[in-house]
């Protein structure tokens, strides 16, 4: 969700500043036409970009928002199937599967697996954050180790985990 969370901020706030460039771009070209060329240029620039871009940011924030729901709905809810997450959204039960593989394409969704019509709990990723005290066969020193990390911090020595978590 952290992901999700900073590129809607993102967007938020290119989408004040086009807008705020917009406004203040009309006037610029009045103002700075036949004064200064660099100014003039600026708010043409303002004008165009807020004109063509702005829309499309503003758009983008709002589809980031609808994305944000569903990942509150399955995070939060504990929706997780198609059915139900499209009564909860209140949308299609095909625009809910395109968005559930647009979270999990772009990781706004990570953990769960989708068969096409329920979201499950991925537990091959819940394994791998499995963590366990052992002490390093080399120099002795307590260590922890997971299945992604099982050097000893000490030493630098690899620790061969014959527990399975």
């Known amino acids: ?10 967007a938020l706030f290119f989408g004040i500043f086009m807008s705020i460039g917009f ?38 924030f709002g589809n980031l928002g609808s994305l944000k729901r569903l990942v509150v709905a399955v995070e939060s809810e504990y929706i997780y199937d198609v059915k139900n997450l499209s009564l909860y959204l209140n949308i299609s039960e095909k625009e809910t599967i395109n968005r559930i593989q647009t979270c999990i394409k772009k990781q706004y969704l990570t953990g769960y697996l989708f068969d096409g019509n ?16 052992t002490k390093c066969p080399n120099c002795g020193a307590s260590v922890t180790i997971s299945a992604t990390s099982n050097k000893c911090e000490y030493c630098g020595k690899y620790i061969n985990d014959d527990k399975k978590n």
């Open 23 to 60: 406004v203040l771009g009309i006037p610029g070209i009045v103002l700075f036409a036949g004064k200064s060329g660099i100014l003039l240029a600026l708010s043409i620039i303002l004008v165009v970009a807020g004109f063509y871009v702005m829309p499309m940011v503003w758009i983008h």
């Open 118 to 133: 329920t979201l499950t709990i991925n537990e091959n990723i819940k394994a791998t954050k499995k963590i366990r005290s």
């Open 1 to 10: 969700m952290k992901k999700l969370n900073f590129k809607r901020g993102l």
